[in-house]
């Protein structure tokens, strides 16, 4: 199956994600891989885009939705089968991940068919855990921020290998369709 992996990275973590699709799928099948503002700019790239069967969209997540740079992809695609991935810093809910899921869809045109997601849990910057630590600091022993430290920490671990398999084992049975 031709295909497209489009993504933006803030930080990182969705740009790990993609490449390990770029490294794990058929190579034969990728039309393109890029950035969502490379796709949008270079004629042919969107070309290899809109050509292909399937776009595997990547994002960030901000503000509980996708970036924009994503949000543009997905307003401007017509009659596609989509497969989301993406990161999120404040994650390891399904609940969580399924809002944001929801939020990025409602970006797209009704003409496409979302055929699969993968969200997963991302790093974040060192100066959101100043931030945290500034409020445990006002308020200590504040359940809720220690609950965000302890996220924070937790999300330095992600992406690993192993949400890289699970991306993969789920995006791989749509390629080879």
């Known amino acids: 199956m031709k295909y497209a992996i489009v993504y933006s990275s803030r930080s990182g973590n969705t740009a790990l994600l993609a490449e390990a699709l770029k490294e794990g799928l058929p190579k034969e099948g990728c039309r393109y891989f890029g950035t969502a503002d490379l796709a949008q700019k270079d004629a042919n790239a969107w070309e290899a885009v809109t050509g292909s069967k ?3 969209l990547g994002f960030w997540t901000d ?3 996708c970036d924009e ?4 992809v997905l307003k401007k695609l017509r009659n596609q089968k989509i497969f989301l991935f993406g990161t999120a810093g404040f994650g390891g809910s399904e609940e969580y991940f399924q809002k944001i899921l929801t939020a990025v869809k ?3 045109d009704p003409s ?17 855990r100043r931030r945290y630590e500034t409020m ?3 308020k200590p022993g504040d359940k809720k921020i220690l609950g965000m430290l ?3 920490d937790r999300a330095q671990n992600h ?3 192993e949400d890289c398999g699970q991306l993969l084992a789920r995006a791989g049975a749509l390629v080879s369709d």
């Not at 496409?112 to 959101?128: A, D, E, I, P, R």
């Open 136 to 138: 445990l600091a006002e």
């Open 63 to 65: 503000k509980g939705n």
């Open 112 to 128: 496409n068919t979302f055929v699969g997601s993968y969200l997963c849990q991302g790093k974040m910057s060192v100066s959101v």
């Open 54 to 56: 399937l776009v595997l």
């Open 106 to 108: 409602q970006q797209a």
């Open 69 to 72: 740079k994503s949000a543009s």
């Open 159 to 161: 992406p690993n290998e």
């Open 150 to 152: 302890e996220n924070f």
